[in-house]
Structure formats: C-alpha cells, structure tokens
C-alpha cells in the first residue's frame, strides 16, 4: 500500500514515517503543501494523511484542489486542531477521517487500517451496507432482498452517500459535487432525501439514511 504523508513538522513527520513503515507500508513524505498537492493529484496513492497547517498550501486547500480534481484517494486529517468545528469542516470538504495530535501509534494504524478496507469495499462493482446492496454496474438496488426501483437523481444521491458510508455530505456537496448542479432550489437536495427514505428505509425497521442537523447527510449501518 502506498501512502502519501503531507506534514512539515520533521520530527512528526519522521516518527510517522519509520510507525508505517515498520507496519509494511510505502511511504512518501513532502514537507510543504505545494509538494504534497502536486504529488497527491499526479501519483495512485491508496491513502493520503494530510496536516492542515502546511507553509506554501494548506492543508484545507489541498483537500479542496483533490477533491475538486475528481480525486477520490482516502484523505486522513493530521492536525494539532481538535475544535468539533474543525473536523466537521474538514470531513464536510471531503476527507474520510479526522485524527487530532497528539496521538498514539495503536490508532494511527487502525484508522489507516480502517480507511484502506472501506476503500476497497467500495471501489468495487458491489456496495453493501447491512441489508442494502447496490449494483454500481447495473444501478441495481436492492434492500432485504428486494429490489426498489430509483430515479437517476434518487440512484446518485445514495449512490454518494453509499460511497461515503459513516461520512456527512452538506447540501453544497450534494448539489455541487454528486448532481453538478448549484443552481437547484435550497430545497431540492432535502427534497430527494425525503423520497429516498421512503423507498430504502420507510419499510424497515433500521434506517440507514440519518440526518446529521446542521451539516448534512449520511449512511450508517448502526443506526
């Protein structure tokens, strides 16, 4: 697995370095934000830990670059901030997963751990969550064995959401990113959240589509 570690701090950045390489992984380090950002949207990294205070580009503006460059590698915030404001505005921008420094070296693996399986599980042609299956090739659907009929824009919605299993997407990223449409009415992603429910989550008991108030959408399979 090849992993991409974006941190200035060179103490940090060492001790992060020798912690994953020890653990079997590939590691390349840049040590300024403009390195990092040309780095992670010209190589095939399976992971990227990103710091957000970076001399040369932030890390805000890194992840904002990526993601806006269509690219989808799993990005893991690596910051000494710890404000609950912070995270939401990093994982709302598009990373998959938040760790506040200090940390201890157990959590760093399993978070990358963690991020790397969920990776794979939904780069594949299958994606299941509890008892919901969605056929990406064919856009088949199905929850508990039965299969519900989706509109397009229905289909892309949870499709997303699907994709980003655990991660809040706001109304922004929706109409922006998933539709490519930031001109709908305010309402049009609550809208199709609503009708979706009906269909994957109205008959059954555990639902999967949650509210997150404030910020946006998610699926959890917990819920």
């Known amino acids: 697995m090849n992993i991409l570690l974006v941190e200035d701090e060179r103490p940090l950045a060492l001790t992060v370095l020798k ?30 830990i990103l710091d957000v205070l970076l001399p040369k580009k932030s890390g805000w503006d890194i992840l904002t670059g990526l993601r806006s460059a269509k690219v989808n590698t799993p990005i893991l915030m690596l910051t000494a901030m710890d404000e609950v404001g912070d995270k939401v505005k990093g994982l709302d921008m598009g990373a998959d997963d938040y760790l506040p420094k200090p940390f201890e070296t157990p959590e760093l693996i399993a978070r990358i751990n963690a991020l790397l399986r969920r990776d794979k599980a939904h780069k594949g042609q299958i994606i299941q969550i509890a008892d919901l299956v969605i056929d990406r090739k064919s856009h088949l659907v199905t929850r508990g064995g039965k299969e ?26 929706i109409q922006e990113r998933v539709w490519s449409d930031d001109e709908a009415f305010s309402n049009t992603v609550e809208v199709f959240v609503s009708t979706l429910r009906k269909k994957i989550d109205a008959p059954f008991d555990k639902k999967l589509i949650q509210t997150v108030v404030g910020f946006g959408y998610t699926v959890r399979a917990g819920a």
Not at 19 to 44: C, H, M
Not at 149 to 163: K, V
Request: glycine letters at 8%; hydrophobic letters at 40%; a negative charge.
């Open 148 to 173: 519900i009929s989706l509109t397009r824009r229905e289909y892309d919605l949870l499709e997303a959401l699907a994709i980003n299993e655990g991660r809040v997407l706001s109304r922004e990223t």
């Open 19 to 48: 912690i994953l390489r020890q653990a079997g992984f590939t590691v390349t380090w840049a040590d300024d934000g403009e390195k990092g950002y040309e780095a992670g949207k010209n190589s095939p990294w399976d992971l990227v």
